[in-house]
């Protein structure tokens, strides 16, 4: 083994959340360390989009640099391990389309099969794009995510399929680790945190996670959660499922969430609470992360700082504080939002240099 050939190896080994929350995760002595080098991700502080937001300290949690672009990862790479660990020859999930990237991802890297099914017509094309290329078996429905969803928990007690799905706790589990990242880059939890919410996955794994980095003393208190929703598909929001869910926000399309009661809990338990905003917000702050920062995420992820935005505005919550807003996914994921409403210009002559003089 050559001396380079050695390093890598040793990188690659000792990358990627398994690895690093070792001790904090549901791992057996037979468990396949995978890694795609997920998790890591950088906590950007926001100075011009913490004035745009009307906080004195903004950090934005940017999920998007994940391996297959959203923090969907974290918790797929544990429960794909899981699956390959218990034999299983297939992984299985409804989605919107970042949980069916990931898992097609992670099933190519472990060498087994996924089968993902979607919502015809209405995921973001980069999803769509990265579910086909990584080999899974795409399989289009005929109805909204959670009819896909429904359709695939029949159909993984059916044919015994491993579901991947964020009510396989292997997610949850994965998830928590972004909770302790921000308390290891902060130095403690903050005292408020933004984040979208679809299913209800995510914002249950943030909240169990603070909860062990303040037991295990990463932290010394534990943030108040803000989960957002966008107007159309805002079933916490109304304590009640939705039953024909739209929003520019594909990626929390979601009236029948998955994950109910912990979601809830997390929420009031943190002494947060929930709010809705309405599209023309999400994609106003989806451009001012952009604008502002350089930080191209997807609408769905700019739900936390819009929501941020409205609860600071509404004075429903203390603005005189450390905010942490987590971007889920990025930007590239759903190109034809960003160019949806752009008008670029017809070409120019090759020696028109004036042109460029008129711009300034
Ligand atoms: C970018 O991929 O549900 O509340 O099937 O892709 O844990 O569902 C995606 C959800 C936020 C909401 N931001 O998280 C799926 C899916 C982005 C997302 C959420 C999703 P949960």
Redesign the pocket.
Known sequence: MTEVHAVTTRMQRESGILYHFRDHLPLTDRTPMLSLHEGGTPLVHAPRLAAWVGVPELYLKY??LNPTG???DRGMVLAVARAVEDGARAVL??????????AAAYAAHAGIRSIVLLPAGRVAAG?LAQAVIYGADVVTVDGS?DHA?ALALNASRKFDLALV??VNPARIEG?TTAAYEICDALGDAPPVLA???????????YWLGFRRALEHGRATRLPRIL?VQAEGAAPFVHGAPVEHPDTV?T??R?GR???WEP?IRAAQDSGGAFRAVSDEAILEAYRAIAAHEGIF??P??A?SVAGLRAAVRAGAIDAAQQCVC?L??SGL?DPDTAVANVEIGAPIDMNDVEYIGRLI
């Open positions: 999920e998007g959203s923090f969907k999930c409804a989605s919107t389309g970042n949980t069916a990237a990931s999803k995510f969803l799905n964020s998830q984040l979208p919410v679809g299913n209800g996955g995510n914002i249950t794994a989960g926000a990626a929390i979601i969430p998955a994950t979601a995420c997807e769905a992820s739900a987590i889920t996914g994921k």
